[in-house]
């Protein structure tokens, strides 16, 4: 049997525990640390769960997944995943190749933050598609967010922006000359973010959304040291000191908004002034 | 401290072993039992957390939560909701009113079944907003649900229909009379919800979906004995039998799809032919 587990969000004990049950009978347990991290390292899982852990980078899963699956018809293979192992990055593949080879699967859910957002006090029955933002480059600057968050906006529907991490990446020079050597680990900011989103309207000059349209940024969901920032784009791009460590994401307001959801997420706002003024103008106007 | 902790979605095992250690650890625990409900009884969690369980039904939690509160700033209080506390149905009232008397609150997340539908084989990214289905009768039959799915199906994303429960309901003379007398609990199939879904597109004539679109019917998701059915909305109406027992969803597709995702979901269709065929000339032509 292979079984994708999900870790939720934040740390060692957010496994359920059906799934601890699950990682501490498998044969082999592989650990997928490439689309998302959990606020512990490897050795702190290790020691939770009293055994090795191997860790599963892209090339991996993504062309040595028969290593993976290896006598998973008679044995038991954990495949950890952070989040929920159908959240952010569907493992679609891996389940895919296991069938081909009579595998049978089963998934043990957890948090994703596709759901945790819903702690940042939005109704999740009013997002709209999820989109991701990378980090751009000189010469890369991908905005096909752009019109996604335009089809969301259009109906008055929130965006969660889920954001770029780097992890294991090789430097161009080292890529070419083969050298295993590999970049520090990043994580996108929501100030990196809302600078890039305004980089892009400023390009596209399409009024999706603009300087003082509203949003939240949230780090480290579900943690103990959760943590919401809510206001304008511009005022996000200065509140990374305050959001603090990875991870951060980023939800883009939709002007279908209700009463309870402006109390609750005013708490959070940068500043109160302004998002009730903002607020009032431009948002919960269907109710 | 108010503790909101998620339960998951299937059985007792679903819980993280985060929030069985404040569920052991605290003053008092509720069990909001209205809105969801695990595929377990409240027996089966007491055993299993080792402590009395108090059912909180809708009453108390919208008129009674004082009681719930009481002295939560100096005790732990956990108050559990079956999947995750800020899913399908916010608590956001529970924890406003928190916030005026000065407790803390923290969030255990866990699995949504908006996050967790995506173990049918549909990437999470594309699906536009959630909504739900009531049972309809003769004289209320709400179609707001149709606008919206309306909106979605534009932009070529996807829908989770959440079917209605029916927990401690009394019938108009027992309610009437004063009587605390409640109907068995219903819970919607599937095949209920797709065929009130055509009732209404006959009714509306917008064109939004025909008993010829594609959807996915699911049954117990997270749990052992989850199941999906793909096929059309006219055939879904008659595979409740097949599905099995509650709880259920349903996924209207959106014409924005991924070959990975055919192949996932082929697996699972009533009539291979017809889901391929369907597939090829209606949906996934945007890549």
Redesign the interface.
């Known amino acids: 049997m292979l079984y994708l587990v ?1 870790l ?2 934040s ?1 060692e ?6 799934g ?2 699950v990682v501490k009978k498998a044969s082999r347990v592989y650990l997928e640390a490439y689309t998302s991290i959990l606020l512990v390292d490897q050795p702190v899982l290790e020691a939770y769960y009293g055994r090795p852990v191997i860790l599963a980078d892209r090339e991996m899963v993504e062309s040595n997944s028969e290593e993976i699956l290896r006598d998973a018809q008679t044995e038991d293979v954990a495949f950890l995943v952070v ?6 990055t ?1 493992h ?2 891996l ?2 190749r296991a ?1 081909e080879l009579q595998i049978p699967v ?7 933050i ?3 957002i ?2 940042a ?1 939005l ?10 933002m990378v980090f751009f480059t000189d010469t890369w600057r991908p905005s096909s967010f752009y019109d996604r968050v335009k ?1 969301n906006r259009h ?1 008055g ?1 929130h965006t969660l922006v889920l954001l770029d991490i780097k992890v294991k990446e090789q430097s161009m020079e080292n890529l070419m000359r083969g050298r295993k050597i590999f970049e520090p680990p990043r994580y996108m900011t929501v100030g990196q973010c809302a600078a890039q989103m305004l980089e892009v309207e400023e390009d596209r000059q399409e009024g999706v959304y603009g300087p003082d349209s509203l949003a939240i940024g949230a780090a480290r ?2 943690g ?1 040291e ?1 943590k919401f920032v809510a206001g304008t784009l511009k005022e996000l791009c200065e509140q990374d000191e305050v959001l603090g460590s990875p991870l951060h994401s980023l939800v883009l307001l939709g002007r279908r908004t209700h009463e ?2 402006h ?2 997420v005013r ?1 959070f706002a940068v500043n109160k002034e302004t998002w009730d003024k903002i607020w009032k103008d431009e948002y919960g106007k269907q109710h």
Do not use: C
């Open positions: 999900g939720g969000l740390d004990t957010d496994i359920t525990v059906k601890l049950e989040g929920d192992p159908f959240g952010a569907t679609t593949d389940v895919l069938r089963r998934t043990v859910p957890n948090a994703s596709m759901s945790g819903g702690a006090g109704q999740l029955y009013n997002f709209g598609q999820t989109v991701s089809e109906i529907l969901v579900g103990k959760e309870l959801e109390d609750y708490e």
